[in-house]
């Protein structure tokens, strides 16, 4: 197949390394940086390098064929990708964190075209920019909006083509990306509110009841909507939801520390890198935001997320640690005089 690769950061450059390796065309666009390089490096969590120069990279999306686009732009860069989208008839993948991005597509370019994508390899740009799969497990989840998609079949067997992507497919595209939110949740917010690793925010109390509050407010918020968790590939979201859903907190704290915080090491997440460098837009808001936003549409109440949610805004506006700590204080402080 011919794929298209919009958004060559970290995700974009590690999908489109290994569809290249499975012998497909592949065409980047991205920014300036990185089409001037002409050239790509991926390297694999054991340590092996593949190199391909010249490569097919573009700023913009040019007016050309392509069978498939494999979108791995951020959320909140969505919106900027519709109008040249629109252009072309291929089916669209997307690669976003979070809740949202497939529903804004699907209202531009039409439910048919969309199929739902998952990334549970964690991967990064090196400082030698080339880009780096962080642990040997994970892989890519698939699932069409429609039925109506005619595409996904040669869209999921070019995937499983690369052995590394894992492929696998998925019946209901809703309860995927739920699956994957709540592992986007843990540890993601509460490190960027505290400035701390995922480690420390298990050993500060506050944190913790902050953490473990979140995840099962969107526990439960995913069942309401009558979806069950899903395992994606190397993440095992039916095990993860079940902990959340009934272990005690000193129990699940444990688990987080030793499952999570423990392989996540003193690495820091996403939203912390927003929030440092005050970021005009963030992921919060497909992260803890789409969750509150979610249940205030069902008449229901998260506000725990609601919270986090506004904190890392607050943090993203120059709101200094202490401040973001002392408004989640408050807010639950309220939320436990309304009860």
Known sequence: ???????????????????????????????????????????TARGER???????????????PTDAVVLCVKAHDIVSTLEP??????????????????????????AERIIAGTLTTAVALSDTA?????????????APLSPDNAAFADVLAAFRTAPLLRAR???????????KLLFNLAGNATSAVFEMPYVDVLRDPFATQLELSALREAERLMRAQGLRAVNLPGAPGVWFAFAVRVLPDPLLRLVLMRWLARARGAKYPSLYYDV?????????????GAVAQVAQQMGLSTPVN?????????GCKGASRAARIAFLHDALREQNNER
């Open 1 to 43: 197949m011919h794929i298209t690769i919009f958004g060559a950061g970290a995700v974009g450059q590690w999908i489109g390394a290994n569809l290249l390796r499975a012998g497909h065309s592949v065409r980047f666009i991205g920014r300036a940086a990185f089409v001037a390089q002409g050239a790509l490096t991926a390297q």
């Open 50 to 64: 593949w190199h391909w120069a010249p490569i097919d990279a573009h700023t913009t999306l040019p007016d050309a």
């Open 85 to 110: 989208l629109a252009h072309i008839r291929a089916p669209v993948i997307t690669m976003q964190n979070g809740w949202g991005s497939e529903a804004l597509l699907a209202a531009a370019l039409g």
């Open 130 to 142: 080339h880009v780096v799969a962080q642990r040997h497990h994970g892989g890519v989840g698939l």
């Open 169 to 179: 497919a998925y019946a209901d595209w809703r309860a995927m990306k739920w699956s």
């Open 276 to 288: 440092r460098e005050h970021r005009a837009q963030s992921e919060v808001d497909v992260l803890n």
């Open 306 to 314: 609601a919270a986090l949610a506004e904190a890392v805004r607050m």
